[in-house]
């Protein structure tokens, strides 16, 4: 499987369809690289890189279109316009799809219970560096990709000195304990997760 760098566009985590899985934080779960993973998932690790790849492609449309009528209002498409997608997605593919990351900006997007020990792992470095993970949660898996930071995303997730001031002040409205600045071209902004059953 080739490696797939996604846009990051927010961290808005939208879950419908499945729940994710009920276990307790301090369960183990058996976790590979993705390259490393049992063959026979390699069906289900397609369908979840599909999905994942629906989502980025869907949220960098709005992203794109917000942009071009100003960057205040592409907060919408981080904001409001992921959940309408990601929610879409999920319920249509009958599984559990949003985004995460060690550097939160929203609180709600902390990373399911399977995902937690891989974002603090990884917490900071190159998404040239990291393929991704996936985890046997019994009859289904979660699949982990990483989210690269790219140049469209530095009016919000850049360095704050280089952020418009009417967007920071709007981002720290909304996010008082924002930690999703600071980020470079390449840096690990944040995952791309999925959680679905194994076909």
């Known amino acids: 499987m080739h490696r797939i760098y996604l846009t990051a566009f927010g961290a808005a985590v939208i879950a419908a369809g499945l729940q994710p899985a009920a276990q307790p934080a301090s369960a183990t779960w058996p976790t590979y690289a993705v390259a490393a993973a049992p063959p026979e998932w390699r069906h289900t690790i397609s369908h979840g890189d599909l999905i994942i790849a629906a989502v980025n492609a869907s949220l960098r449309n709005e992203l794109g279109r917000d942009l071009r009528s100003g960057t205040p209002i592409a907060l919408t498409s981080c904001h409001i316009d ?66 690269a930071h790219r140049p469209i995303c530095d009016p919000c997730h850049g360095r704050a000195e280089q952020i418009d ?10 996010y008082p304990a924002d930690r999703g600045l600071g980020f470079r071209s390449g840096d690990l902004r944040g995952w791309y997760w999925v959680e679905l059953l194994k076909r």
């Open 165 to 174: 001031p009417a967007v920071l002040a709007e981002l720290r409205r909304r």
């Open 82 to 147: 992921t959940i309408a997608v990601e929610t879409g997605i999920a319920r249509g593919e009958g599984v559990v799809v949003g985004r995460t990351s060690a550097r939160l900006r929203n609180a709600d997007n902390r990373p399911p219970a399977w995902a937690a020990p891989i974002v603090a792992r990884h917490a900071t470095g190159r998404t040239s560096q990291i393929d991704g993970f996936v985890v046997d949660l019994g009859d289904r898996i979660g699949l982990l990709r990483p989210i």
